[in-house]
């Protein structure tokens, strides 16, 4: 017993060096980060890590649109090859919607039709959602205005030349390294951090904006503090009131924020596949939500358009590989609204894993078995 009792003195004596240790150096935001992760068995932020966050409530209306089932709801199965692939990758649901109408749908996992899961860099495309409403709104200028108006903190050689739409289409010369695996990266730093502005201005604006495409999380984060410096409104407040309620959610949301209470515009909007597919209706209708319209609709058509690659444009990924126009939102970990427009299709996937893409092609391999298969499903 003395031997058990010396051995878990030792160990909490280390863990508390450690502590120390890592708070001393700036680096304080691992104990969050390995609560979050290791220490409840993942290797990664996961899905349902919003219990590990402080979170904003996204407020959905008094009454709901529901969606309707199609005369052919889950009657036709899925494909082998993509039943095969959705449950490699732990898959927690699966929603396919034509002509407005529920095609087909399944969960896994316990997960339903009103469970929640974190929508990752899904959230990028919300973000730009909302600063296309502000411009709408007369809150920002247009898509040309100076992010230093609106961010004066804000440092760097080239931050005179920011605009907002270098923002939103990765091409703002930030100096920000996009990695998940390295801990002490500032990805890692602005997802588990307590002061994600701070962090954010202490980043300068280092090459030439508009000049290269550069896929960061920071530089929608940017987007999201010139949304709430301009409103005064937290992120979650604006969604509620500009999307969620007018979209007819059925279930509320929830955004994660730091411990200041600032949402992580970049990331980690909390919803369920069908409350999801909203967002790929709207944008299938070219911004108009059952006879409201939302976004302008020459928006719509310039945020699915080529910006300065051919596969992203003002945070949506595109794809016509497959013989016709995709557009889509993504996340990490194979979070996706696909919209197939030629086919009056939105396609949602939700789940735990992901293929990755690769040098060769930006979209991932499960990205576009699921695409192929959908398309067969309904010719």
């Known amino acids: 017993m003395k031997k058990i009792t010396k051995v878990l003195s030792s160990v909490l004596l280390v863990f508390g060096l450690l502590t120390i240790l890592v708070y001393t150096t700036g680096h304080g935001y691992l104990v969050k980060g390995m609560w979050a992760s290791y220490i409840h068995g993942h290797n990664s932020a996961t899905i349902g890590d919003a219990e590990f966050f402080d979170t904003h409530l996204i407020s959905a209306p008094t009454e709901e649109t529901p969606w309707e089932l199609s005369s052919s709801y889950n009657k036709n199965a899925l494909s082998d090859r993509l039943t095969k692939k959705l449950e490699a990758n732990k898959s927690v649901a699966f929603l396919v919607i034509q002509n407005d109408r529920i095609l087909f749908e399944k969960y896994w996992y316990k997960y339903s039709d009103s469970s929640q899961s974190n929508s990752f860099s899904m959230a990028k495309s919300i973000t730009t959602m909302l600063a296309q409403i502000a411009i709408q709104k007369g809150v920002f200028k247009d898509w040309n205005q100076s992010v230093k108006t609106l961010l004066p903190e804000l440092t760097g050689e080239y931050v005179d030349d920011l605009k907002l739409w270098h923002l939103s289409t990765m091409s703002s010369g930030l100096e920000w390294d996009e990695q998940y695996k390295n801990p002490f990266t500032v990805t890692a730093k602005a997802y588990y951090g307590n002061d994600v502005k701070k962090l954010m201005m202490s980043l300068p604006i ?4 508009g000049k290269v495409y550069n896929y960061q999380s920071g530089s929608t984060q940017l987007l999201g503090l010139c949304l709430m410096a301009a409103t005064s409104k937290p992120l979650a407040t604006l969604a509620s009131e500009w999307l969620w309620q007018p979209l007819g959610a059925s279930h509320d949301a929830t955004w994660h924020t730091d411990e200041r209470g600032t949402e992580l515009s970049y ?23 059952n006879g409201t319209q939302i976004l302008d609709s020459q928006f719509v058509q310039l945020a699915t358009s080529p910006a300065l690659v051919p596969y992203y444009a003002y945070s949506f990924w595109l794809d016509e590989s497959h013989g016709t126009k995709v557009f889509y939102q993504r996340g990490i970990l194979g979070q996706f609204i696909i919209t197939i427009p030629s086919k009056n299709l939105v396609i949602v996937r939700l789940g735990k894993r992901v293929d990755l893409a690769t040098d060769v092609d930006p979209h991932s391999a499960d990205f576009h078995i699921i695409v192929e298969e959908v398309l067969k499903m309904v010719e």
């Open 206 to 209: 280092a090459t030439a904006p």
């Open 267 to 289: 990331c980690c909007f909390n919803s369920n596949a069908r409350d999801f597919a909203r967002f790929g209706k709207m944008m299938l209708h070219s911004g108009n939500w």
